[in-house]
């Protein structure tokens, strides 16, 4: 099975600065599918973003960006003008893109972020 | 609201009992997938159903199993309850088996609690 590590138990960052968030993981595909996942204290999982390993462009949702390394099997996210309702654990979660995986989702064991006014 | 809906939020047993965990997945998703997370082992991936079929199993011990009805939706069922099957259960659901943007959507979770 596809290993995600996230080596960053807990961060901390003051509001509208930027913070990155490492992800690496270990997989000898070449299709697949990578996430970020938040889990604010109500414990919903939210999806934050996406980046498919076919597209060579980084994926960008409005203050969120990814900096997808595919040699380096690298998927940090960047977190930019923080806000207080970013404190939440953030999850790196990988999906195959190989057809008879059931397409279940391998996570992370997440990193907490903390944003300070 | 991701419009997959768990019950119940929150349970307490004790240990040797048996607990049922309910899931509607988002109208029209025909996936559902059980995960268990904990605070040594994160987010575990238990088992998937594709419209009524097992599709796919993870870390899922044998004393659990689950089931998916004709309506779409998923039971899990926990047996024979030890302290460290105390967790919270996420239920996800996608629309196909290849949802193509390969996202999952997740419930709010069940809380259980083995005493």
């Known amino acids: 099975a596809q290993t995600v590590t996230q080596s960053q138990p807990e961060m901390s960052v003051q509001e509208a600065e930027t913070v990155t968030l490492s992800c690496t993981y270990d997989t000898s595909e070449s299709d697949y599918y990578l996430f970020w996942y938040k889990q604010p204290p109500s414990r919903q999982m939210i999806l934050v973003i996406r980046q498919e390993a076919y597209k060579q462009q980084n994926a960008t949702e409005n203050r969120f960006s990814v900096n997808f390394q595919k040699a380096a099997k690298s998927f940090s996210l960047k977190i930019s003008d923080s806000q207080l309702g970013d404190a939440a654990m953030y999850f790196c979660?990988?999906?195959?893109?190989?057809?008879?995986?059931?397409?279940?989702?391998?996570f992370g064991k997440g990193t907490s972020l903390l944003v300070t006014p | 609201d991701s419009g997959v809906t768990q019950t119940p939020k929150h349970l307490i047993t004790a240990t040797g009992q048996r607990v049922t965990l309910r899931c509607s997945p988002r109208?029209?998703?025909?996936?559902v997938y059980w995960y268990q997370q904990s605070l040594d082992q994160g987010l575990q991936f238990l088992i998937q159903y594709y419209n009524g079929e097992e599709r796919a199993k993870g870390n899922i011990l044998e004393r659990f199993s689950a089931q998916q009805f004709p309506d779409l939706h998923s039971e899990l069922n926990l047996s024979s309850l030890e302290l460290g099957d105390s967790a919270l259960y996420f239920c996800?659901?996608?629309?196909?088996?290849?949802?193509?943007?390969?996202?999952?959507?997740f419930g709010e979770g069940s809380r259980l609690t083995v005493l």
């Open positions: 979660a990988y999906r195959s893109g190989v057809t008879n995986s059931g397409y279940a989702l391998n």
């Open positions: 109208s029209g998703d025909l996936s």
């Open positions: 996800a659901s996608s629309w196909g088996l290849a949802a193509n943007t390969g996202e999952l959507f």
